[in-house]
């Protein structure tokens, strides 16, 4: 079974532009959360989606968006970018995500100049 | 919400047994234990979770006493490939079963030739 992929794994984005990345869950998982991961925080998590809802969020500004698509699909948004956005954007799945082991992708790193 | 609480770094050798013990005073009754292994610019691993008493898989053991108020994670004989940010988790389900991960710090653990 394949493992969860993110796209794109790199990213360089300027201050004011918005980014868009996309993350595909294990086949068959219905969850997928979203985790931001900088060096002075740590792991964040920003929110999860189930069968295309949003069930739960983070402490996040609504800069950070997301949504997911009916193959479980999901991308994440964040508008504006901000020097502070760099990190690793880590994207998780689960099968029903209560109480499950969720399974990482490898991240998309993204730089805001 | 349950918080946790782990030492920061840890050093060993290798063929040695490491213990990384997690406090989680507040853990709730519906709540599980998980143990991450992440390396650098790679998404969190799953190794192990367990609800009560002792969880044993390929790579690690899991021993949770009967107050559920501690874990400690064992990894017999660990190589240099090891090494790694260890984090242990309690599942937060929430209101209505959501599923969210809330990480702490992690143990930085370094193995030694």
């Known amino acids: 079974k394949a493992g969860v992929t993110q796209t794109p794994r790199y990213l360089i984005k300027t201050r004011g532009q918005q980014v868009t990345l996309s993350c595909s869950p294990i086949?068959?998982?219905?969850?997928v959360s979203w985790y931001q991961q900088t060096p002075g925080q740590g792991l964040q998590f920003l929110f999860e989606?189930?069968?295309?809802?949003?069930?739960n969020k983070g402490n996040f500004p609504g800069r950070f968006s997301g949504r997911q698509f009916s193959n479980s699909r999901s991308e994440m948004n964040v508008s504006t970018l901000e020097l502070g956005d760099s990190a690793l954007y880590l994207c998780?799945?689960?099968?029903?995500?209560?109480?499950?082991?969720?399974?990482f992708g490898p991240g998309t790193r993204l730089l805001v100049l | 919400l349950a918080k946790t609480t782990q030492p920061i770094s840890m050093d060993s050798y290798e063929g040695q047994e490491v213990n990384i013990t997690c406090s989680h005073n507040?853990?709730?009754?519906?709540?599980?234990i998980t143990w991450y292994q992440q390396f650098p610019s790679q998404g969190p691993r799953f190794i192990i979770q367990?609800?009560?008493t002792k969880v044993t898989n390929e790579v690690a053991s899991l021993f949770i006493p009967a107050d559920r108020k501690s874990s400690t994670l064992s990894l017999p004989r660990v190589s240099l490939s090891d090494t790694a940010v260890y984090y242990c988790?309690?599942?937060?389900?929430?209101?209505?079963?959501?599923?969210?991960?809330?990480f702490g710090a992690g143990t930085r653990l370094a193995v030694h030739p």
């Open positions: 367990g609800y009560k």
């Open positions: 988790l309690v599942g937060d389900a929430g209101p209505g079963g959501y599923n969210k991960l809330i």
């Open positions: 507040n853990i709730a009754t519906n709540d599980y």
């Open positions: 086949s068959g998982h219905r969850s």
């Open positions: 989606y189930f069968s295309e809802t949003q069930r």
């Open positions: 998780a799945s689960s099968l029903a995500g209560y109480q499950e082991t969720q399974y």
